[in-house]
């Protein structure tokens, strides 16, 4: 495909899908769409690329960075925020790595991120949350966390189905909802804003089957389902359900439930099964502190996501090291979990370890476990000996402080010398 103003690679190969394998075709040298984003996106963007560059290098392969645009950098380009052409790149290259957007005030998308993660289908937000030797953390124990979350992308309150207060739309529904349907004690009282919140069997069971899958893959010990179906009973409470479904009725040689955990083998799984097993959100959110190594991967709703997610990666230090990924069919887009920051852009300051461990998590989907290993091994190396930027170097005696540019140049050498 030729576009407009994306200069695609004369080097490099495009990667390709067989979608009756479910299986990527990655050649040795596959072009591979980078969006540095908005705010700091414009230093951590470079220096991630600066180090995916050299771990692929020095596994055998190599990249080819193909620039696309959205936010800032579009509404120069294109005069819009998000350009069709970003979007088409990104769909036919099947994988990218893009650095955080800033959706401007009147912008039409409640979210750039999001509706990137929409268009493309992107219906797994995938968020492992694992410590790093040398990170202040605020808890005793931050190594008892390893946990990889599978948050749902596309469906619940993210959705943006719901209505403001005082206005006639929200009236129509309110008479919908009280005279029609009945519930004539619940949104009576004075103005009120209403939302609906969508969760689909479809969407659920293919978020919860990729999450047992990846369980399975990387020998996992168990799926926790996240939800308040004590509550909403035919939204999260289905969700609850439709996970037991797919547990039971796609891979039921692998899984079992915790009845059958504590009934069959006395609590003790086997090392062939991955116990799938359910919490309610607020008592997960406890849970993560107070019986951390208990849980492994958790698949929840979005909004659930949201929160746990983030909660988990304020164990291992927050979200400037806190890596993601949005899983779809043959198709990933990598991006780290923290915002652009805009007071810091273009100062050569900001931490890029999340956006590099989220170019880790790139490489690990496309199949390149060595170079993937290389770069968490450099990194882990590099912050364990304090030579860190400056929001972690003022945390840590003895600390050295790096620009960014810095960090992601000692973390190549590191990955050169270990290879």
Request: charged share 30%.
């Amino acid at each position: 495909m030729s576009y407009d103003k994306i200069s695609v690679p004369d080097a490099g190969e495009q990667i390709s899908y067989d979608e009756a394998a479910d299986e990527l075709d990655v050649p040795d040298h596959p072009i591979i769409p980078v969006l540095h984003g908005d705010g700091i996106g414009k230093d951590v963007g470079p220096a991630a690329q600066t180090v995916l560059t050299a771990a692929a290098e020095a596994t055998g392969h190599d990249i080819a960075w193909m620039d696309v645009y959205a936010g800032e950098d579009s509404r120069e380009m294109y005069d819009e925020n998000l350009p069709e052409e970003t979007v088409e790149a990104i769909r036919e290259h099947r994988v990218a790595i893009k650095g955080p957007l800033t959706t401007p005030v009147g912008s039409g998308f409640r979210s750039l991120n999001v509706a990137l993660r929409k268009k493309l289908d992107l219906y797994a937000n995938v968020r492992p949350t694992y410590y790093l030797d040398g990170v202040p953390s605020p808890v005793k124990n931050p190594e008892e966390m390893d946990m990889v979350n599978f948050r749902e992308n596309t469906e619940d309150v993210y959705a943006g189905i719901e209505w403001e207060a005082g206005t006639d739309d929200v009236e129509q529904v309110r008479e919908f909802v009280e005279d029609d349907m009945g519930f004539d004690e619940t949104i009576h009282q004075g103005d009120v804003g209403i939302g609906v919140k969508p969760i689909t069997e479809y969407g659920t069971k293919r978020l919860v089957r990729r999450a047992i899958e990846y369980a399975i893959e990387n020998d996992r010990d168990s799926v926790t389902l996240v939800h308040k179906g004590n509550i909403m009973k035919f939204t999260e409470g289905a969700f609850r359900d439709w996970g037991y479904e797919v547990a039971e009725e796609d891979f039921p040689e692998q899984t079992i439930d915790e009845d059958t955990l504590w009934e069959e083998y006395d609590g003790e799984a086997p090392e062939d099964k991955v116990v799938v097993k359910d919490r309610i959100a607020d008592n997960m959110l406890q849970q993560l502190l107070t019986r951390t190594t208990n849980y492994d991967v958790l698949a929840m709703p979005n909004l659930n996501g949201d929160y746990l997610s983030d909660s988990a990666g304020a164990q291992i230090g927050g979200l400037g090291i806190a890596p993601g990924a949005n899983f779809g069919d043959g198709r990933v887009l990598a991006e780290p979990v923290h915002g652009s920051a805009p007071k810091h852009a273009g100062k050569d300051k900001a931490n890029p370890t999340a956006m590099i461990l989220s170019g880790k998590l790139m490489l690990e989907y496309i199949g390149w476990d060595d170079a993937a290993d290389l770069v968490h091994e450099a990194v882990e190396n590099q912050i364990s000996e304090h030579r860190v930027t400056y929001d972690l170097e003022r945390q840590v005696e003895g600390g050295v402080k790096l620009s960014t540019s810095e960090f992601a140049d000692e973390v190549v050498e590191r990955i050169e010398d270990l290879a």
